[in-house]
């Protein structure tokens, strides 16, 4: 079965610096990745994913993830925080083939410092 | 479209009631799926259906929680009896039958037992 594993529950970057949110998968074939973010008081929304071909994957908000497969990771970046990105921030994976058995992360806090 | 459309947005109950949570899916979609999130155990995945039919159940705490899809555009999660424990954020969300298919999120219904 696939799983995720989200390093660091909390991070804390300050306005305009590089945000790093770091997510390993398992999962026993090629897996489809996602990023969710969920707002205060909100349900999560989907910032981006990756099926197949580019491994690095833009998505909105000047969000954008790499697909490394020797390294099982999908890390999340942007290159410049605003506050208005302070969120929470989910990590999930969904087995080939399947597409309704999507595991959701832990989830990484982020907090924007002025 | 409106969404994914949760009610009530919150609800406060005491200990031992009955309690119904509702859910009207982005028409269209064949996937249903209820999920609770609280700060200790994150986001779980309850149940989730597909074209009304529950496929996946082993996510349900306890016989106390049951769900129901009656047809394509209404869900019920019943809590009976209630126990504090229970007070969370539930959330329900909805896809479209194919690969790597975003789950769309409703707001959420806050549950708090006293």
């Known amino acids: 079965a696939q799983s995720v594993t989200q390093l660091g529950s909390h991070v804390s970057v300050s306005e305009g610096a590089l945000v790093l949110l770091r997510c390993n998968y398992s999962?026993?074939?090629?897996?489809?990745l996602f990023w969710y973010v969920q707002y205060p008081n909100q349900g999560l929304q989907l910032l981006l994913k990756?099926?197949?071909?580019?491994?690095l994957v833009k998505g909105i908000n000047g969000f954008e993830a790499e697909f490394k497969k020797s390294e099982t990771s999908f890390h999340l970046t942007k290159p410049s925080a605003h506050m208005s990105d302070a969120a929470e921030y989910f990590c999930a994976v969904s087995d080939r083939g399947n597409n309704n058995d999507m595991r959701f992360g832990a989830g990484t806090r982020l907090t924007v410092k002025p | 479209d409106a969404g994914v459309i949760q009610s009530p947005r919150h609800e406060v109950t005491e200990m031992g009631q009955e309690v119904t949570l509702r859910c009207k899916p982005i028409s269209g979609h064949d996937y249903l799926f209820w999920y609770r999130q609280t700060m200790m155990r994150g986001l779980e995945l309850l149940i989730y259906?597909?074209?009304?039919?529950?496929?996946?159940d082993s996510g349900m705490p306890e016989d106390r929680f049951s769900a129901k899809m009656p047809n394509a555009s209404f869900s019920t999660l019943k809590i009976q009896p209630s126990e504090p424990r229970d007070s969370a954020v539930y959330f329900c969300a909805s896809s479209l039958h194919r690969l790597a298919a975003e789950q769309y999120f409703g707001p959420g219904t806050r549950l708090t037992v006293t």
């Open positions: 999962s026993s074939v090629p897996p489809y």
């Open positions: 259906f597909n074209n009304n039919v529950p496929i996946d």
């Open positions: 990756y099926t197949t071909g580019a491994t």
